[in-house]
């Protein structure tokens, strides 16, 4: 193993030379030359070559690393030297392997860094003038690293350098749906990157370089498999090629989870019942846990769906969510594993606010878990729609560390052909006030521990990563992997700053580059909300594959699957009552917040039918009847997708043409998806208004029968119905 290791390490550093083709496949890693030749040459003035002690492989992988970048970005070899004392040197590494660093760097300072944070500082010695990256551990170094090439990737001063850095969030992690024949349950980029079959002899070389990505922006764990979970995956023959991920991983700081299939103490276990309370049950869990542990010795944990969307969990033999989370917990205790029990659930009988089921199940468990349980509540009530309010659990549980889940990969976003930079969303979610503790009491701090003292906190995205080339099938979909990294390390970054670090680190520095991309980026978000749910609209995409528009939806196995329960147009008006009137959800929240949502006048627009039933002819906040602004919202989202091509139009022959031409196909795509939202939601919503769509718009040019019969068997990611 450790030789292939070692040919792999030979083979990523082949591939990172400049002038591999601009496929994509480096993401935001582009080490080519820098084209600025003045600050070329100032950085060469500063940096003659890095010096780094220690070898464990945490430090092998920074050396290949910085050499590769340095080489690259300067268009010609950067020495290792191996004394400290050369002018220009950057010096990496920990007080214990390094004396230079023990004797140079303030230890408090360091120290209250933790085990993952980092400092960078230009130091004077005499006639020296030296770049030092210090961490307590390797791991803290290799982050510093990345952040150091990033320095010089966006072209950054490092003439003065003091930056301290440690993550707010401990476990930031990524879950990917991907089942074991390699299809990817909701998609849109290939199929699994996990090579299943041909593991554990065969190592793509990808497994690296998925590794140094994450690596790069801070994430620390990644749950391999899907929550709609396979039990196989905890058979030994799995456990090996686990195992040979897991050793890959290991020097980058990336630890391993799997999830959890209940019922597997029956499926691969042969006992007659799952049940947590049975001692041969729990004896099960236990036994496979060590076992776990024997082939991967710092396995992270489990991530699991129980009692949801018809996965098997302890309410099938009338046990709780605890009684489930807690056998799993004690299990995974002595060796220091971790529990994401979802708060993803449903309850079999249809509710009549689905909104309200995850709070109504899980409050009152709050504090009957075990300490090493965490309760993995998605973003919003209802289920990653295009845009929604925070979830009401944030803030009420808190005796719980909840740990957050977003979505990365697009399922309700127009999925592999539309542009929209999610930073912008994570951080109107983690800004939120829940008021949990009075004014500033913020999901972030829920989330990040920091309100309620909690040790463990943790930070999810669901993956957008498969095996095409540019791994996450858009370029921009790369931006969302990076974004969502960057804000589980500090959720306080501005969405604008990270735009700005990704387009200069993926396409170019140039300001003509940068500008119009990033104005794009940030405005794209909204836009894709405006042409496909406004105002607070929900759940009116098409059945199963979830691709396109389907207000009409209204039959299928379960209400709440329908498009109809969630808009509730009729003749009199339209959206979800969610205030005493109706179904009362407003009560989830805390008072400020109830008082806000549950006011038609202080409710913002952005979330105007999620809480309320209104008329047609309700006035809106601009003057225009509800009907019209409607109408008008849908427009503005879909013309605006002309404006976002004419940025992308500004920056032709500016970057590579490979992915230039790339996304400008695919945002021709999304301007005529952004229509057909627009027309398909219009036309129907227009069955109830019976009021004309403003003069000053132009009128969709089919009917509404045309986009009801239109039909998608094969869109990608579907999964099958259980
Ligand atoms: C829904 C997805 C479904 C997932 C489910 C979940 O459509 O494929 O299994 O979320 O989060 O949005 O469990």
Not at 291 to 308: H, M, Q, R
Not at 522 to 547: C, F, N, Q, R
Request: aromatic share 12%.
């Amino acid at each position: 193993m450790q030789n292939k290791i070692a040919i792999l390490f030979i083979f990523f550093t082949f591939i990172f030379q400049p002038g591999f083709s601009e496929d994509g496949y480096q993401l935001w890693l582009r080490y080519n030359q820098i084209d600025d030749e003045s600050l070329l040459n100032s950085y060469k003035a500063a940096i003659s070559g890095y010096h780094l002690e220690g070898n464990s492989r945490t430090n092998e992988v920074i050396k290949k690393e910085l050499s590769a970048a340095l080489s690259g970005l300067f268009g010609e070899n950067v020495s290792e030297l191996s004394s400290t004392s050369a002018n220009g040197l950057v010096i990496i590494g920990t007080p214990a392997n390094s004396s230079f660093i023990s004797a140079n760097i303030d230890k408090t300072s360091l120290n209250a860094l933790g085990e993952e944070g980092y400092l960078i500082q230009s130091i004077k010695k005499g006639k020296n003038k030296q770049i030092v990256i210090a961490a307590n551990k390797d791991i803290g170094c290799l982050y510093g690293t990345f952040h150091f090439i990033k320095l010089l990737q966006t072209h950054q001063n490092i003439d003065d350098l003091d930056i301290q850095t440690a993550p707010k969030v401990n476990i930031r992690i990524l879950n990917h749906w991907d089942n074991l024949d390699r299809t990817v349950e909701r998609g849109y980029a290939g199929f699994s990157i996990w090579d299943w079959h041909r593991l554990p002899d065969y190592i793509d070389p990808r497994y690296i370089d998925y590794a140094r990505a994450n690596a790069s922006i801070g994430i620390n764990g990644t749950v391999l498999t899907n929550v709609n979970a396979n039990a196989l995956v905890l058979t030994p023959s799995y456990l090996e090629k686990v195992k040979v991920l897991a050793d890959l991983f290991r020097p980058y700081g990336l630890k391993v989870y799997l999830t959890a299939r209940f019922s597997a103490p029956i499926e691969i276990g042969g006992l007659e019942t799952a049940d947590p309370l049975k001692p041969d049950v729990q004896n099960w869990w236990n036994e496979k846990v060590k076992e776990i542990y024997n082939y991967v010795p710092d396995f992270g944990g489990f991530l699991v769906k129980a009692n949801s969307e018809g996965q098997p969990g302890p309410q099938n033999y009338d046990r709780t969510h605890v009684d489930g989370a807690n056998m799993l917990a004690d299990a995974l205790k002595p060796f220091n594993g971790i529990v994401m029990w979802r708060a993803f659930v449903y309850s079999d009988e249809e509710p009549v606010d689905r909104a309200k089921q995850a709070y109504n199940e899980f409050k009152p468990y709050d504090g009957n878990f075990r300490d090493n349980v965490m309760v993995q509540v998605k973003n919003g009530a209802i289920d990653f729609q295009p845009r929604e309010p925070f979830h009401p659990l944030f803030g009420a549980m808190p005796q719980t560390p909840l740990m957050m889940e977003f979505q990365i990969t697009q399922e309700y976003l127009g999925q592999a052909t539309n542009l929209a930079y999610l930073s912008s969303m994570y951080k109107e979610c983690l800004d939120s006030d829940t008021y949990a503790k009075g004014k500033g009491s913020t999901v972030a701090k829920v989330v990040d521990g920091s309100l309620d003292n909690h040790k463990l906190s943790g930070i999810a995205g669901v993956s957008n990563i498969g095996n095409d080339r540019n791994w996450t099938g858009h370029t921009f979909g790369q931006s969302n992997w990076y974004a969502f990294g960057r804000l589980t390390w500090n959720h306080e970054l501005s969405s604008e700053q990270i735009a700005d670090e990704w387009i200069r680190m993926t396409f170019s520095n140039d300001e003509d580059v940068v500008q119009p991309i990033k104005d794009m980026m940030l405005a794209s978000h909204e836009i894709v909300v405006k042409y496909m749910t406004p105002l607070g609209l929900h759940h009116m995409m098409g059945g199963d594959h979830h691709y396109g528009p389907a207000p009409w939806i209204k039959d299928m196995p379960r209400a709440d699957w329908t498009s109809v329960y969630y808009h509730k147009a009729d003749s009199n008006g339209i959206g979800f009552d969610r205030t005493e009137t109706g179904s009362n959800a407003i009560e989830q929240y805390f008072p400020e917040v109830r008082k806000m949502f549950g006011s038609v006048d202080l409710c913002p627009d952005k979330y105007l039918l999620w809480f309320h039933h209104l008329p047609w002819d309700y006035k809106m906040r601009s003057g225009n009847s509800l009907w019209d602004e409607l109408c008008y919202e849908y427009y503005k989202g879909a013309d605006s997708v002309g404006w976002m091509q004419d940025q992308w139009h500004s920056v032709k022959g500016k970057i590579d043409q490979e992915r230039y031409d790339r996304v400008d196909m695919l945002l021709t795509i999304q301007q005529k998806e952004a229509i057909w939202w627009r027309n398909s939601c219009l036309l129907y919503f227009q069955t109830f208004s019976n009021k004309p769509i403003p003069k000053s718009l132009e009128k969709p040019e089919m009917d509404l029968n045309y986009y009801m019969n239109l039909s998608f068997p094969y869109a990608p990611g579907i999964r099958p119905r259980w």
